[in-house]
Each structure stands twice: as structure tokens, then as C-alpha cells.
């Protein structure tokens, strides 16, 4: 009779222990900074100081000197540096990358096949001086299977993200927020900026699988931060 | 937004977006204010309110955009070295320079080859993601012209000092300026980069009789906006929730409790 009672209480152990082991050990779909704070400018440097006035008793404002330049028209060929490939090691993430522009609806636009990845071309590309370096790809395809990114979800705070450019150098980033965010309130204006401290922002699909729209809700967002030293 | 035109003797002119109400004290806000020096062989100064504004300016360039406060101001351009008690060779005189507008003040002769200022307001506004804006102003002792891309015209029958101008997807194009309705090309062809996210200002200055028109090119970059979305799975292979495997151990774990239970209670009454 006992026997029974303490197959009972193993039972419901594992009945509660499967689900709790798994809901622990599951990636977590936030971890590090919020992923809109990097790179964010900061409130006090938006007002330059007002220009004191000196013209005495003039009513009419003081005019400043200015510099001028040729106003021919520029060639603008400048040396490209595009990215080629991206990997994240510690999540075995190895893809090559596609200079990518939006498509007609004004979303970005991602390469169709998924091993391979989009960075959105027309902000700075990674190892630049300032700003959003955005790359994304698709988590999968109904025809095609898992994605280059399907295992984004599972990177972590410090994990070392490098990017190779056309012109042999890779920079190195490394994570330092993750965030799930939903689809229709994506901060856009935010995650693309174009200014602000040099960052990398990783974009793909997650959350839960809206079958009616084909689709995903949410967004999985990572930023990271270069670090010296590129290789 | 259509530019008003400043004739070379005097005359008042208002600025940009209408009057602004010239409480001259108030320096409440600026304007971020270019020029531009489109009257060929003529080195000048320029003063704006008797202060010296520009040295030595030369035809063919464009002043860095200067932050000018909110208020009225005296134009007047020199031939160099010769300001500011003289004659001047081009006036304007209580220009209301507005707050928060983007200004270009273009020095460039009228269609019958006077010198004059034209004040333009430059569109910054903000442009879709992908596009780029593409301004064409007539500022050349020229008559009508149209503006190619590509062999293609994409504004046609413009007249100093008119400007036209559209948001296109960006791309490279070879631009050139025909005389209106013929192949007859009077400037370019130059191969313009039209970056996404820019308004590029192009204008066609010098003077047909004196055989030196030319292209003259200013840009105003940030004006950009970001993608949509971010459309990027459509599988569903993703597991958002508890996997299949788990949900069977559980299953059956239940099922085990509840079997081994009735066994249990079984087992309690016989004994």
C-alpha cells in the first residue's frame, strides 16, 4: 500500500518538475539592456548654447561668419566597406549577408532564402562611427525549414558577434541586450537610427506563431557593442 | 513654397513661410541659412545688416548652412573689397528670416541676365525609407529647360527662378538640362549619387549667352525614416510554449499518479 503512495508522489513530482525544468532552463526573451536605451542621445545635448547677442544697439541680429565650398557636382564614389558574413560562436550562427533595401509596403526586406542574412544599406554599415548597424533574417520558412537566426533566441548577454567586411576586416561586437518586442509597436525610428554610439542590432522573428497570418508576433531584438581590437 | 523673387534695386521681402511676427528682441529661433553664389565672373562679399557675412565669395560655391536667429534682415552683395559704403552690386532689404526653415539664398541672374536674390525654402521634410528627394531650381540666364534623368525628361518647362521637384527611389543618375521640349542639351550630362534619405538640391546657373551655364549641387542629408517592419519568419517551427516530448512526460506522469492512486485507495480499504 505504501509502494503505491510514494509512486503517486514520484509521479506528480515529474508531472510538476518536466514543465518547471523546462520553463527554468528556456532561453530567457529578455536579458541585458533594453535594446532601444544603447546608443540613445542624450538629453542634455540637444540645446547648443544660444548665441549671446552683442550687436549694441542694433535691433538686427548678429550675423556669424561663414565658410564656403565648391558646389560642383561630387562623383560620390566612396570605398565601400558592406558586409560580407556574420557568426556568433556561441550559439553556432555562421551566415552570409546581403545589402538589402525596403520592399514596396516600406518594411526591410529579408533575404529569401534563410541562411542567409539582410543589413539594411541605406544606415551605416557595422564598423562605423556612429549609429545602427541593422541586420536581420528570417528565424524560418515554411518551405525552407530553420534559419540562420533560429537560435538567436538563445544568445546571451556578452556573447561575441563578428562581422567580416568586404575589405578583410571583421569587427567585433559583443551583446549586450536582448529584448522581444511586438511586431506592430516595433520602435523603428529607434532601432535604425542613424545616429547616436556605434551599435550592432540583430533583428529576426519570435514569440508566438500567428497561423492565420503566416506569421509571428513578435520581434526578437539584440543589440551589441563593438569591442576593441578588431581582428 | 513657390521662392519669392528679390529685384536688384530694393524691395521688402518675406522669407519662407510667411511674415514672422519681428519682435526684434526676441531671439527665440533660428533658421539654418545657405547661400549660394551663381552669377558668373563676380568675386563679392556679402553683409547682412552691415556686418560682413562672406569674403571673397566665388562663383560656383555654397556656404556651409548657418544658423541665422529669427528676425529681419539688410543683404547686400559687393564686388570683393569693396563693401560696405559703396553701391551695392545686389540688394534685398528686410529679408524675415523666420524660426526653424531651412533656407538657401541663391545670388544668380534673372532669365534676362540680371543679378538678383532669390531666397529659396529647402523641404526637409522627412522622406520614405528607400527614397530620395530630388529639387531642380532654374537660376541661369536661361529660358525654359527641362531636366533628364537618364535621357528620360522628369520636369519639364521650368523657368527662372522656379523650382520643381519629386521624392524618387535613389539611385545613381546621369542628369543633363535640355532647352523645354527639344533634345538640345544646354548643361551636363553629370552623373549624380541621389543618397537615400537626402534632398538633393541641383541648380542650373551662369548664363546661356555668355555660353557658361553649369550645375551647381547642394544636399541636405537626415532627413530619412525607418523601415516599417521587420518581416522575418513565416514557419512556425519556433516552439514558443512547452515542447511536445515534455507535454507527454507529463501526461503520463499524471496518468501514472492517478492509476497508482486508485491502487493506493484500493489497497487502504482491504487492509
Not at chain 1, 523546462?22 to 542621445?41: C, F, I, K, N, Q
Request: aromatic share 4%; with cysteine.
Amino acid at each position: 500500500m505504501r509502494r503505491w503512495w510514494m509512486l503517486v508522489a514520484a509521479c506528480l513530482v515529474l508531472a510538476v518538475a518536466a514543465p518547471l525544468g523546462w520553463w527554468l532552463t528556456r532561453p530567457s526573451s529578455a536579458e541585458g539592456v533594453a535594446v532601444t536605451s544603447v546608443g540613445a542621445p542624450s538629453p542634455s545635448a540637444s540645446s547648443p548654447s544660444a548665441p549671446a547677442s552683442p550687436s549694441a544697439s542694433s535691433a538686427r541680429p548678429a550675423v556669424p561668419q561663414v565658410t564656403a565650398r565648391p558646389a560642383t557636382p561630387a562623383d560620390g564614389s566612396r570605398p565601400t566597406t558592406n558586409p560580407v558574413s556574420i557568426s556568433i560562436p556561441g550559439i553556432d550562427v555562421r551566415a552570409a549577408v546581403d545589402p538589402v533595401g525596403v520592399e514596396k509596403d516600406g518594411s526591410m526586406v529579408i533575404p529569401r532564402s534563410v541562411d542567409r542574412v539582410g543589413w539594411y544599406r541605406y544606415g551605416p554599415p557595422p564598423g562605423s562611427d556612429a549609429g545602427a548597424a541593422v541586420v536581420a533574417g528570417h528565424v524560418d520558412s515554411k518551405a525552407q525549414g530553420p534559419g540562420a537566426l533560429f537560435r538567436l533566441r538563445e544568445v546571451g548577454v556578452g556573447d561575441r558577434v563578428d562581422v567580416r567586411l568586404a575589405d578583410g576586416r571583421t569587427v567585433r561586437y559583443e551583446v549586450v541586450g536582448k529584448e522581444t518586442l511586438v511586431k506592430k509597436r516595433l520602435p523603428t525610428e529607434r532601432l535604425f537610427a542613424r545616429d547616436g554610439a556605434p551599435r550592432l542590432v540583430l533583428i529576426t522573428c519570435g514569440g508566438p506563431f500567428v497561423p492565420e497570418l503566416s506569421s509571428y508576433r513578435d520581434n526578437l531584438v539584440v543589440v551589441a557593442e563593438p569591442v576593441g581590437g578588431a581582428a | 513654397m513657390r521662392p519669392l523673387r528679390v529685384l536688384a534695386a530694393t524691395g521688402a521681402v518675406a522669407l519662407g513661410l510667411g511674415l514672422a511676427a519681428a519682435a526684434p528682441s526676441s531671439a527665440a529661433g533660428t533658421s539654418d541659412v545657405s547661400v549660394l553664389h551663381g552669377v558668373p565672373g563676380l568675386t563679392v562679399d556679402v553683409y547682412a545688416n552691415g556686418d560682413k557675412l562672406l569674403t571673397d565669395f566665388k562663383p560656383g560655391t555654397l556656404t556651409d548652412p548657418v544658423k541665422l536667429p529669427e528676425g529681419t534682415y539688410d543683404l547686400a552683395v559687393f564686388p570683393a573689397g569693396e563693401g560696405p559704403d559703396g553701391t551695392p552690386a545686389i540688394k534685398a532689404d528686410d529679408v524675415a528670416v523666420p524660426s526653424g526653415a531651412n533656407i538657401t539664398v541663391v545670388a544668380h541672374l534673372s532669365a534676362d541676365g540680371t543679378p538678383v536674390l532669390t531666397p529659396f525654402v529647402n523641404d526637409t521634410s522627412r522622406i520614405k525609407p528607400g527614397e530620395t528627394r530630388l529639387t531642380v531650381r532654374h537660376t541661369a540666364a536661361a529660358p525654359a529647360v527641362d531636366v533628364r534623368a537618364g535621357g528620360t525628361p522628369v520636369f519639364e518647362g521650368l523657368e527662372n527662378p522656379k523650382e520643381a521637384k519629386a521624392d524618387i527611389p535613389a539611385a545613381k543618375v546621369s542628369a543633363d538640362v535640355v532647352l523645354a521640349g527639344t533634345d538640345t542639351v544646354a548643361i551636363g550630362p553629370a552623373d549624380l549619387d541621389l543618397k537615400e534619405g537626402t534632398n538633393t538640391i541641383v541648380y542650373a546657373w551662369g548664363s546661356a549667352e555668355d555660353d557658361n551655364l553649369d550645375l551647381a549641387v547642394q544636399t541636405i542629408s537626415g532627413l530619412h525614416s525607418a523601415p516599417g517592419g521587420v518581416p522575418s519568419g513565416t514557419g512556425g517551427l519556433l516552439e514558443d510554449g512547452l515542447p511536445m516530448p515534455l507535454v507527454a512526460v507529463t501526461v503520463v506522469a499524471l496518468a501514472g499518479a492517478a492509476f497508482a492512486g486508485r491502487r493506493a485507495v484500493l489497497a487502504t480499504r482491504r487492509g
